[in-house]
């Protein structure tokens, strides 16, 4: 909070109902609820392993939005504005949001061989969101990044800030016991 709050280019005040505000709409209700849905989700109907994913016209357009935010979120870390920089990765996080509410993998996993696969694609993409997450928090929330790449089962090698979003956990990968990172 006091990172995306903190002064850059003109004067800030603390107000603690600001404070509880940004801690349970960006924290809970978005960034907590995306991760704990797509590392929950995975362990429940894909046995804790990240499944095939076969991204569609959709699911390509929301990778290239993930690319805008994760090169915005770059270019302000460059300037030193990192205040700015942590609403892209709530940006990033709402997408993911969004594709988890768009598809309902929930629903998609109790019909068809070929809705069950796209429940996969979705979930396999939502939790190498989350992988990505870890990453972008790292520099305002180490302890949160750090438990959430331990559920993650991570290898230390995604511990760089891509250019671009890619599959850090590949097809067959898998993840620990999902916990609540925030509460």
């Not at 590392?39 to 994913?53: G, L, Q, R, V």
Request: glycine residues 4%; negative net charge; proline residues 7%.
């Amino acid at each position: 909070y006091l990172m995306y709050m903190r002064p850059e280019s003109q004067d800030s005040a603390f107000k603690w109902e600001d404070l509880m505000m940004k801690n349970n709409s960006e924290l809970l209700a978005n960034l907590g609820n995306f991760i704990n849905r797509a590392t929950k989700f995975t362990k429940d109907n894909f046995n804790s392993t990240i499944p095939e994913m076969n991204l569609n016209n959709d699911d390509w357009e929301m990778v290239a939005r993930v690319n805008q935010e994760l090169s915005n979120y770059i270019s302000l870390l460059e300037d030193a504005r990192e205040r700015e920089a942590i609403t892209s990765v709530f940006s990033i996080s709402r997408l993911g949001n969004q594709l988890m509410q768009h598809n309902t993998p929930w629903k998609l996993v109790k019909g068809s061989p070929m809705e069950l696969a796209r429940a996969g694609t979705v979930v396999g993409l939502s939790v190498n969101l989350a992988c990505l997450l870890s990453v972008l928090v790292q520099p305002y929330l180490p302890t949160l990044s750090a438990r959430l790449q331990d559920q993650l089962k991570a290898p230390t090698t995604v511990n760089v800030i891509p250019e671009q979003f890619h599959m850090m956990l590949p097809p067959g990968h898998k993840i620990g016991e999902p916990s609540p990172l925030v509460e």
